[in-house]
């Protein structure tokens, strides 16, 4: 079983009377790649200062790699990398010139610093950008080379907090790859703080739903869906062949519902742009391709809804104020 490598208990933060992170509950396993989801204003940054050591907690406690963030942030600072939302770098220094900035405040001999600068700006895709002014970078330019930055301290884990803003759709895809590419292969813990439900979904092994300062529902999304869609219907989607010569469509919802008559648990069947959608209070897909089949019907598909990242969110957050 892998070790925790961020442990947060009951954790909380107050400015005032208002209330940014209350009694936050969690645990990140050492390799996970974890996101944690919510709207702005939610508490995310504000819970990531915590576990730097970058703000004091309330009450509660956060460790990072077995270390008490609160009473040695150094030496959290020493094991983990931090990619803010906003990255800024000497803009008349070059890229590789900057990361070597970095390796000395980390004190990283020279010669090494140079061949590890080097490797990373060739990791991060931008080995031919090396030798170019930052303040000439785009915005997924200086992000790659924030990776290249945190990186160059060999961390035991990677905090990203909002890092693709502002960056192209294919920047954003080359960065996401990245990321889980670098997780698996150097076995990184990587925390990954967003509000962007298909970025998470695309990268995360598990996700915490971040809403008013709480954590209202951790776990990966197969859990998750499970758990809250447990008393909602099965969506089955089936197609069905229409032969060309065919003067009117016999396959209509009143004849689906009298072919499906003998399967136990049909709710409703209905058609949307030639699909139905058959509505079931259990997993029934199997009997509905037989039936179907048996009726002298061509079947051309049939597939079974499986409730992502999107429907998730938007349960727990229907009908609430929590969009702000």
Known sequence: MAENIIEIADLTKKYGSFTAVDQLNLTIRKGDIFGLLGPNGAGKSTTILMMLGLTEPTSGSVKVCGIDSTSNPIEVKRRV???PEDVGFYSNLNGLENLMFTARLNRIPPEEAEQKAEQLLIRVGLSDAGKKK?????RGMLQRLGLADVLIKNPEVIILDEPTLGIDPKGVREFLELIVSLSKEEGLTVLFSSHDLH????VCDRVGLFVKGKLIAEGDIQTLSKKLFANSPYIIET?????S???ENKYTTDWLK????????IIAVNMKNDIFNIESSRDSSVEIAKAIVESGAGLNYLNKKEYGLDDIYYRYFEGGDSHE
């Open 239 to 243: 197609g069905i062949y229409i032969a």
């Open 81 to 83: 990398g931090y990619l």
């Open 199 to 202: 970025q998470v979904q695309q």
């Open 245 to 247: 010569d065919f003067s």
């Open 258 to 265: 009298e072919v499906l008559k003998p399967v136990e648990g």
């Open 134 to 138: 930052t303040g000439k970078y785009s």
